[in-house]
């Protein structure tokens, strides 16, 4: 029981059961209905790959908040790649920029010395108005073709009638885990946040464990993005818009600490879906919208107040 409690992704466990307790009470029938939580679980799949990534850099004690301007130029760029590259060739391509988006934030955060929130601020804007750059304000629309390609349908279709970004996040989920908990970089990766002095006394190449997250942190959001356009293919250029928030906030609700070197990827999905949950059943009881924002606020400040009391009984310096 005391290893269950001490555990990292607890809060959002609590949380989970809380939450669910409550629509239970107040929308049963409307919460419970199939097409709510299929609804719900496909955006989780979405919003946990980006928050697992955000996971990933929070344990180095660094912040990414350009994920969401990845993930939209990342999902414009497979759109716009298509005709000329075909869908694995634009996938590739896509996924491609977002490496290097993450490399290029990584090198000026090790190399120049920058804080990881100013260089990846810049991100933000930068892909932004890259989106904007690229394609004039209008993306164009995908193809009857594209559509109907077998690789489009592998990544955007249903398996066994299931939303397929459940299974990418899942499988995801179980391998990036496997790497954090399993091989000797997840161990230099949580090394590096939770006392980088020490962490290089013992030859771990900290500068090289930050990059290589970075990239880690945008190929998810990149991988995400295109999740969702070979799903929905939009056309709009505001794609991925105040995502990083939501991504924070669900890395920070499942159990991260920004004081680096302790958190779970599992329990950055389990605050993704509180969020989600929370966004589709305040539109379902037909609240304004400005109430998520002042949820997603106030449950952010419980949940960092809730987690560093569970780190200190678990003897983390917070």
Not at 134 to 161: D, K, P
Not at 294 to 308: D, E, K, M, P, R
Request: proline letters at 2%; glycine letters at 14%.
């Amino acid at each position: 029981m005391n290893n269950l409690v001490r555990g990292q992704s607890f809060g959002a466990v609590i949380g989970v059961a809380l939450m669910l307790v409550v629509f239970s009470l107040i929308d049963f029938s409307g919460w419970w209905r199939s097409s709510t939580l299929s609804n719900v679980v496909h955006f989780t799949a979405i919003l946990g790959l980006v928050a697992m990534g955000q996971a990933l850099v929070i344990m180095t004690k660094e912040i990414d908040l350009s994920v969401g301007s990845v993930y939209g130029l990342t999902g414009v760029a497979f759109i716009t790649l298509e005709p000329k590259l075909g869908v694995p060739g634009s996938v590739l391509a896509a996924l491609a920029i977002a490496a290097t988006v993450g490399l290029l934030q990584g090198l000026l955060v090790v190399k120049g010395k920058l804080p990881s929130m100013i260089v990846t601020l810049g991100g933000l804007f930068t892909a932004r108005g890259l989106i904007y750059v690229w394609t004039g304000g209008t993306v164009q629309n995908f193809s009857e073709a594209a559509r109907g390609n077998w690789f489009t349908r592998l990544l955007g279709g249903e398996w066994f009638g299931v939303e397929a970004a459940i299974f990418w996040m899942i499988g995801l989920c179980i391998a990036l885990n496997v790497m954090l908990w399993g091989t000797r970089f997840g161990n230099q990766l949580l090394a590096t946040g939770g006392s980088f002095d020490s962490a290089e006394s013992r030859g771990v190449r900290t500068g090289r464990v930050k990059v290589v997250t970075f990239m880690l942190c945008s190929l998810l959001a990149g991988f995400a993005g295109i999740l969702t356009l070979a799903d929905k293919p939009q056309s709009h250029v505001t794609l991925g818009e105040l995502m990083e928030l939501e991504a924070i906030a669900a890395a920070v609700i499942g159990g991260c600490l920004l004081s680096g070197g302790r958190g779970s990827l599992v329990g950055a999905v389990l605050g993704a879906f509180i969020i989600t949950s929370f966004r589709y059943e305040l539109i379902a009881l037909g609240a304004p919208s400005s109430w998520f924002i002042t949820f997603v606020g106030v449950v952010l400040i419980v949940a960092v107040i809730f987690n560093q009391n569970l780190a200190r009984r678990a003897g983390h310096s917070v």
